[in-house]
């Protein structure tokens, strides 16, 4: 298995054979050059959105026309965009489970926002979401865009996951410090990979606190573009 970070809240997972972009933020994304796009995308076989919000889609629609890949995600939006923007798109929701060839995604809640901009203003549609990423023997949590919440502890106890991809920039998410309290209250990673942060100077701009706060648990400071075999 393999996570690349791609900056603020965007990866590349590279398991059971596929490869997925969540929540693949292209166009604006300060952390992301555009001469590593083509390396960042390059073989994907679906994309997974946690909601609309621009940080999280900005550049996904081109995107997947350029690819030719299906996106996976909550059932409202993608039935909006399958119609609107002649894309395949995979649309489900929390609770259910797709089987993408072999790897399993799970759409858990998660507690946010969302809206997307269009001609006619900012619209919402669907509802923001995080994910159970199943393969390899492995499962991971992607949290999404969310605060600590008390279902956690059900996603932990009927999905498992060793582990945890948490957003921790704080002002529009948790923080460092709210993610380390979900991590050891509600559940048993063994690695731990903060996103959300550092984009922007409103974000909290190191994981050191997370890191101090969870010992026993490997949490890894990603890079831009730099693997983490797990």
């Known amino acids: 298995m393999r996570i690349t970070w791609l900056g603020h809240s965007s990866f590349r997972i590279e398991i059971g054979g596929r490869i997925l972009l969540i929540d693949p933020w292209l166009d604006g994304n300060p952390m992301l050059a555009e001469e590593h796009h083509a390396a960042a995308t390059e073989g994907a076989t679906h994309i997974l959105v ?25 059932y409202d939006l993608m039935s909006w965009w399958a119609e609107t923007e002649a894309i395949e798109t995979l649309g489900f929701n929390k609770g259910g489970t797709v089987d993408l060839g072999g790897v399993k ?38 949290s999404g865009d969310t ?37 050891k209250t509600f559940f048993d990673f063994k690695v731990v990979i903060p996103c959300h942060y550092r984009t ?31």
């Open 200 to 230: 922007f100077p409103i974000l909290e701009q190191s994981a050191a606190p997370l890191a101090e706060a969870l010992p026993g648990v490997r949490v890894i400071e990603p890079e831009v573009m730099a693997a983490i075999e797990l």
């Open 105 to 142: 995604v799970t759409m858990v809640h998660a507690t946010h926002s969302t809206s997307i901009t269009t001609a006619d203003g900012p619209q919402v549609t669907g509802s923001e979401c995080g994910y159970m990423i199943a393969g390899e023997g492995r499962v991971i949590y992607v």
């Open 50 to 74: 946690t909601h609309a919000h621009f940080d999280h889609i900005n550049g996904l629609l081109p995107l997947a026309k350029r690819l030719g890949v299906p996106v996976v995600g909550q």
């Open 147 to 183: 605060d600590v919440m008390a279902d956690m502890k059900v996603f932990n106890d009927l999905h498992h996951p060793d582990i945890g991809i948490l957003c921790a920039g704080g002002h529009f998410t948790m923080d460092t410090a709210r993610a380390a309290y979900a991590a």
